[in-house]
Each structure stands twice: as structure tokens, then as C-alpha cells.
Nanobody, 122 residues
Framework: QVQLVESGGGLVQPGGSLRLSCAAS????????MGWYRQAQGKQRDLVAA???????NYADSVKGRFTNSRDNAKNTVDLQMNSLKPEDTAVYYC????????????????WGQGTQVTVSS
């Protein structure tokens, strides 16, 4: 079982940038595909970005070209660099991990961390 803690959220103006980080415990982190999800108020939680154990990345259409997902297996972290932020990016962002990209795509995890709030507003 991997435990996850998200950080790096905050208030930023439209067009600004933030870098989120997800710190994972456990020696099996390198064996996990990882995903970033977000949940805006009153809406369902959606997958934003995913990264496989082979460092292959996938992105939701709404963030392609603006967000970059990366991982550092030596540090047990996965980061989400968010550029050109828009008000519609406002949400609580969560990370989670699983053994396959299919697991990440489904996103039906039984437990979630507290997430980190991102607010994009002028």
C-alpha cells in the first residue's frame, strides 16, 4: 500500500503557474503508475494526467500543452507542473497510484488523500 500526500496548491492569477507535488511512502512506488485527478466544487473527480512506470504520460484534452507530469522514483515523488492556468482549472487536486494505467484511467480507488486546493482567480 502506498500512502500519498499532495502539496503545492494555492491561489494564482489566470495565466500563472503552480507546481504540485505528491510524496509517496513505500518502496514499491517505482512499480506504480500514478495519476493526478481534480475535483471542482459540485463536480465529479476527473483524471488530469497520468504517468506510467515507463514514464509514458497521458493528459486530459483540457490540459494538454499546459500541464506536465513527471516522476522521480529516487525521491518517491510525482509532480504536476501547471502553466497558463485558467479559472476552470480551479479544483482540489489529488494524486493516486495503481499497478496499471488502466487502474489510473478507472480511478476507482477506495481511498484518497486530502488533496491540495488550486484556485485560479484575478
Amino acid at each position: 500500500q502506498v500512502q500519498l500526500v499532495e502539496s503545492g496548491g494555492g491561489l494564482v492569477q489566470p495565466g500563472g503557474s503552480l507546481r504540485l507535488s505528491c510524496a509517496a511512502s513505500g518502496s514499491i512506488f517505482r512499480l506504480y503508475c500514478m495519476g493526478w485527478y481534480r475535483q471542482a466544487q459540485g463536480k465529479q473527480r476527473d483524471l488530469v494526467a497520468a504517468i506510467s512506470t515507463a514514464y509514458t504520460t497521458n493528459y486530459a484534452d483540457s490540459v494538454k500543452g499546459r500541464f506536465t507530469n513527471s516522476r522521480d522514483n529516487a525521491k518517491n515523488t510525482v509532480d504536476l507542473q501547471m502553466n497558463s492556468l485558467k479559472p476552470e482549472d480551479t479544483a482540489v487536486y489529488y494524486c493516486n497510484g495503481g499497478p496499471t494505467m488502466a487502474t489510473i484511467m478507472r480511478g476507482d480507488f477506495s481511498s484518497w488523500g486530502q488533496g491540495t486546493q488550486v484556485t485560479v482567480s484575478s
